[in-house]
């Protein structure tokens, strides 16, 4: 089994450079008819119809560790190793963490999250150009921006701020942590994608109490801060989010997923031992090059300092 997506998103530095990007997930063979050709001969199928559908580029996300995965795609299939990623896990405590003082965290209503979306994170690489539907969506519990208190009350845009969104995973889908005889954390769910497959590896290790019974997880998008207290200020929402969940009677984390050259990485707080530092995305060219008069290859361009991870691919 494979599933794929299509969307419009961001490719380059400027909001005006779009192109029609396809993902590939949840790719599956049953051990018993491995090493026939299916994996290769499924994901071709769904590249086929990529293409009938005039998608420039196709990209996968696994683990650095999975050396079979990134056989298939880099050796057969023609992907380059892209981007690298991180995700990062923070488990929920029920008591709430106390906020620093002087600054106020305020929640935004969609039209102003759009609106802000766009404007600062509008240029970031993956930006879905359909980002009124993913902050519409029933799932996203909201955007909150934070900023340090103005003593004269004014009006005016803060000179530092923060903001991200909240998508409630919980609601999809659960998970399990299972402590028998070669199992580890496994979706109690239908609905499973590769970045849950790359969570489920962080966490089956020992260190999170209390998850072998089903339980959810937010999962923090849109990250951004501006200003020379940008990084407190991502924290400071980071542990708003986290006081949210421990009211969730079934969230246990909250997970986050940034790129390795994003500054704010080192404010978002996570437990070290339950992360993930090794996420690589995968990426292949799927146009024609007669008919990219630019010639502009975007498998071939330098990582840039953030990107912007979808939180229905979750």
């Known amino acids: 089994m494979v599933r794929g997506s299509i969307k419009d ?3 380059r530095s400027s909001p005006e450079e779009h192109a029609k990007v396809g993902y590939v997930l949840g790719l599956q063979v049953s051990p018993l008819h491995r090493r026939r050709g299916i994996a290769s001969s499924l994901v071709l199928k769904l590249q086929e119809w990529f293409v009938a559908n005039l998608v420039n580029y196709a990209y996968m996300a696994t683990e650095k560790s999975n050396a079979a995965s990134i056989k298939l795609f880099t050796g057969k299939l023609g992907y380059v190793k ?3 990623l991180s995700i990062l896990v923070n488990p929920v405590r029920r008591r709430a963490i106390r906020l620093p003082p002087g600054l106020k965290i305020t929640k935004l209503n969609t039209d102003q999250a759009e609106r ?6 509008g240029s970031t690489e993956f930006f879905p150009g359909d980002i009124d539907q993913v902050l519409r969506n029933s799932l996203s519990l909201g955007t909150w921006m934070a900023y340090l208190r103005e003593p004269d009350g004014s009006n005016a845009m803060p000179a530092s701020w923060a903001m991200l969104s909240v998508w409630d995973c919980g609601q999809v889908f659960k998970l399990r942590v299972q402590r028998a005889k070669g199992s580890s954390c496994v979706p109690y769910g239908t609905k499973a994608s590769s970045l849950l497959d790359r969570f489920l590896l962080c966490l089956g290790i020992p260190g999170l109490p209390d998850l072998s019974n ?6 923090m998008y849109g990250i951004h ?3 020379p207290y940008a990084g407190p200020l991502v924290r400071a929402l980071c542990r708003y989010v986290h006081n ?3 009211l969730a009677n079934d969230c246990k984390v909250v997970v986050a997923e940034v790129g390795a050259c994003d500054a704010l990485r ?3 707080p996570h437990r070290r031992s339950l992360s993930c530092s090794e996420d690589l995305w995968c990426m292949k060219d799927l146009k024609s090059k007669d008919k990219d008069a630019a010639g502009f290859d975007w498998t071939k361009s330098p990582p840039p300092p ?3 991870v979808d939180p229905r691919e979750v």
């Open 266 to 268: 080192l404010h978002i």
């Open 244 to 246: 949210m969940a421990s």
């Open 116 to 121: 802000l979306c766009r404007r600062f994170l």
């Open 225 to 227: 801060g501006e200003g």
């Open 82 to 84: 892209f981007r690298t």
């Open 9 to 11: 998103m961001t490719i």
């Open 214 to 219: 089903p339980f959810g997880f937010y999962f």
């Open 306 to 308: 953030a990107l912007f």
